[in-house]
């Protein structure tokens, strides 16, 4: 590259920005469901198994090859390996697609952010998101809402705004103040929830172990999926931001305080959530299994719906849980939009800000489009449904088989590099842990979506619908891995 590549200010940097990144809207509202759904305290067994054999091991070989090789994803994986640039690109494409809808999400917890000071929703909560607010459509239009558009345009001015600054003065910056603030939110949030009546009750709920849930495979399978998603890793994000590590930087002191942290902070989201989700189980007289729900109907039916029925401290609880996704929210986009905009500077050699205006307004752009619209929920659930079954678990499958399968010869020289520089060495365990069971559970997981989507499809949507917007998203990437390495790069990307 022409100029000189970019790096943290320190260690602490990366791994503020690395939390930030795992730390996401995931946490808040998937972990506490899928803890509930899978055995409650007893999934805390295989999620820590999980998180041994499954999301140490490949969060430890994104960091090495990012810090080892120098750059993002399609580079750093040419650099180990010259066949290997597809896979690269291949991640770089599913990360920039979720980046297009994660802006629209994000959108609508900020958007809730504000709704929150008067409660704005009313009693029928899923009709204000629904009908009112997403104001969604039956059948197909490129109609548009004006309020989802303004909306789009300040998550993507912000955002937009931040990878103008850089690694030092952007991400780094944003993730020091967002972090903290996250920190200082999300625990008074819980600090409240749990004094509320009927919070035990929730918590009972949350924490009481169903050992029977341990037989199940699918119990499992669960456990090594939501590790897997909730650390950013396997989709070039964790490559990329180690690509801006010094070359003495401790990789696994780091990676065991950015998985623990993550780890921590889903624990309390459970505690968090649980503890509200009681008090409105008591409040209405039912069991918690009644009132319990993950993911968007969480987010932005169910909470709003406890929030009404607390009065005054509803409005404060409200006010701090949407608060919380918006900034987790922010952190996390940083992370997802660095990867192809870290992409096409190393590839090409293009400058900063050539590449944040050319990727991150063309991303705007395209994202503007399709959530603006009255379609938008459904653009963001069928996306996000391959985006993230296919398209990420596919691209990590792709680059363990290529380093630990095809290019075995590679692991001694990566083992050699982590135990140089880290505090904790790696070896035949994790070795062992890369070949087989990393990619055997990904296979399996994989195996179990593809048979879905071919038997059933998904969500009941058009078929066309799915092709356009699903499989779409997979022949997208496919392409890009299988061209763009031919597009002949910057000499130091040849190199």
Same mark, same amino acid.
């Given at each position: 590259?022409?100029?000189?590549?970019?790096?943290?200010?320190?260690?602490?940097?990366?791994?503020?920005?690395?939390?930030?990144?795992?730390?996401?809207?995931?946490?808040?509202?998937?972990?506490?469901?899928?803890?509930?759904?899978n055995?409650?305290?007893?999934?805390?067994?295989?999620?820590?198994i999980?998180?041994a054999?499954?999301?140490?091991p490949?969060?430890?070989?994104?960091?090495?090859?990012?810090?080892?090789?120098?750059?993002?994803?399609?580079?750093?994986y040419r650099?180990?390996?010259?066949s290997?640039?597809?896979?690269?690109?291949?991640?770089?494409?599913?990360c920039?697609?979720?980046?297009?809808?994660?802006?629209s999400?994000?959108?609508?917890?900020g958007?809730?952010?504000?709704?929150?000071?008067d409660?704005?929703w009313?009693?029928d909560?899923?009709?204000?998101f629904?009908n009112?607010?997403?104001?969604?459509a039956?059948?197909m239009?490129?109609?548009y809402?004006?309020?989802?558009?303004?909306?789009?345009?300040?998550v993507?001015?912000?955002?937009?705004l931040?990878?103008?600054g850089g690694?030092?003065?952007?991400v780094?910056?944003?993730?020091?103040?967002?972090?903290?603030?996250?920190?200082?939110?999300?625990?008074?949030?819980?600090?409240?929830a749990?004094?509320?009546?009927?919070a035990?009750?929730?918590?009972?709920?949350?924490?009481?172990p169903?050992?029977?849930k341990?037989?199940d495979?699918?119990?499992?399978?669960a456990a090594?999926?939501?590790?897997?998603?909730s650390?950013s890793?396997?989709?070039?994000?964790?490559?990329?931001?180690?690509?801006?590590?010094?070359?003495?930087?401790?990789?696994?002191?780091?990676?065991?305080?950015?998985?623990?942290?993550?780890?921590?902070?889903?624990?309390?989201? =459970? &505690?968090?959530? $649980?503890?509200? /989700?009681?008090?409105?189980?008591?409040? #209405?007289? @039912?069991?918690?299994?009644? *009132?319990?729900?993950g993911?968007?109907?969480?987010a932005?039916v169910?909470?709003?719906?406890i929030?009404?029925?607390?009065?005054?401290?509803g409005?404060?609880? =409200? &006010?701090l849980? $949407?608060?919380? /996704?918006?900034?987790?929210g922010?952190? #996390?986009m @940083?992370?997802i939009?660095? *990867?192809?905009?870290?992409?096409?500077?190393?590839?090409?050699?293009?400058?900063?800000?050539?590449?944040?205006?050319?990727v991150?307004?063309?991303?705007?752009?395209?994202?503007?489009?399709?959530?603006g619209?009255?379609?938008?929920?459904?653009?963001?659930? @069928?996306?996000?449904?391959?985006?993230?079954n296919?398209?990420?678990?596919?691209g990590?499958?792709?680059?363990?088989?290529w380093?630990?399968?095809?290019?075995?010869?590679?692991?001694p020289?990566?083992?050699?590099?982590?135990?140089?520089?880290?505090?904790?060495?790696?070896g035949?365990?994790?070795?062992?842990?890369l070949?087989?069971?990393?990619?055997?559970?990904?296979?399996?997981?994989?195996?179990l979506?593809?048979?879905?989507?071919?038997?059933?499809?998904?969500?009941?949507?058009p078929?066309?619908?799915?092709?356009?917007?699903?499989?779409g998203?997979?022949?997208l990437a496919a392409?890009a891995?299988?061209i763009?390495?031919?597009?002949?790069g910057?000499?130091?990307h040849?190199k």
């Amino acid at each position: 590259m022409s100029a000189q590549r970019e790096s943290w200010s320190a260690r602490s940097g990366f791994i503020l920005a690395a939390i930030g990144s795992a730390v996401g809207l995931g946490n808040i509202w998937r972990f506490p469901y899928v803890s509930y759904e899978n055995g409650g305290g007893a999934f805390f067994i295989p999620y820590l198994i999980a998180l041994a054999t499954a999301g140490f091991p490949l969060l430890f070989l994104d960091y090495v090859v990012g810090q080892r090789y120098k750059g993002a994803p399609p580079t750093a994986y040419r650099r180990l390996v010259k066949s290997a640039e597809g896979i690269g690109w291949w991640q770089v494409v599913v990360c920039t697609i979720i980046g297009i809808y994660y802006a629209s999400v994000l959108s609508w917890a900020g958007s809730y952010t504000v709704f929150a000071f008067d409660q704005a929703w009313g009693e029928d909560t899923e009709g204000f998101f629904f009908n009112t607010y997403l104001q969604n459509a039956s059948e197909m239009t490129m109609a548009y809402s004006s309020e989802l558009l303004i909306g789009l345009v300040i998550v993507w001015a912000a955002v937009l705004l931040i990878m103008y600054g850089g690694i030092q003065k952007g991400v780094e910056l944003s993730n020091k103040i967002f972090i903290p603030l996250l920190v200082v939110m999300f625990g008074i949030l819980v600090g409240r929830a749990v004094t509320l009546p009927g919070a035990t009750m929730g918590l009972d709920t949350f924490f009481n172990p169903d050992w029977a849930k341990m037989a199940d495979p699918k119990v499992w399978l669960a456990a090594y999926g939501h590790v897997f998603f909730s650390m950013s890793i396997g989709f070039g994000i964790m490559v990329t931001y180690a690509s801006y590590l010094n070359r003495n930087a401790n990789l696994t002191g780091s990676g065991l305080v950015v998985g623990f942290a993550n780890s921590s902070f889903e624990l309390l989201a =459970g &505690i968090g959530i $649980f503890s509200v /989700l009681g008090f409105m189980a008591q409040a #209405s007289g @039912v069991p918690v299994s009644e *009132v319990v729900s993950g993911g968007i109907g969480l987010a932005f039916v169910a909470f709003p719906k406890i929030i009404s029925t607390m009065g005054d401290a509803g409005t404060i609880v =409200g &006010i701090l849980f $949407f608060a919380s /996704l918006t900034v987790a929210g922010i952190t #996390s986009m @940083v992370s997802i939009l660095q *990867v192809p905009i870290s992409a096409v500077q190393d590839k090409f050699g293009w400058s900063k800000n050539k590449a944040v205006t050319i990727v991150g307004l063309g991303s705007a752009i395209v994202s503007i489009a399709l959530f603006g619209t009255k379609n938008a929920i459904t653009f963001v659930d @069928v996306i996000d449904n391959f985006a993230n079954n296919i398209g990420i678990v596919l691209g990590a499958i792709l680059s363990i088989i290529w380093v630990t399968w095809l290019n075995r010869r590679l692991l001694p020289t990566l083992i050699n590099h982590i135990n140089a520089i880290s505090s904790v060495k790696v070896g035949f365990v994790w070795s062992f842990m890369l070949t087989v069971v990393t990619p055997v559970v990904l296979i399996v997981t994989l195996a179990l979506s593809l048979q879905t989507l071919f038997t059933e499809g998904y969500g009941g949507y058009p078929t066309m619908t799915q092709v356009i917007f699903g499989w779409g998203v997979v022949i997208l990437a496919a392409l890009a891995a299988l061209i763009l390495p031919s597009v002949k790069g910057h000499e130091t990307h040849e190199k």
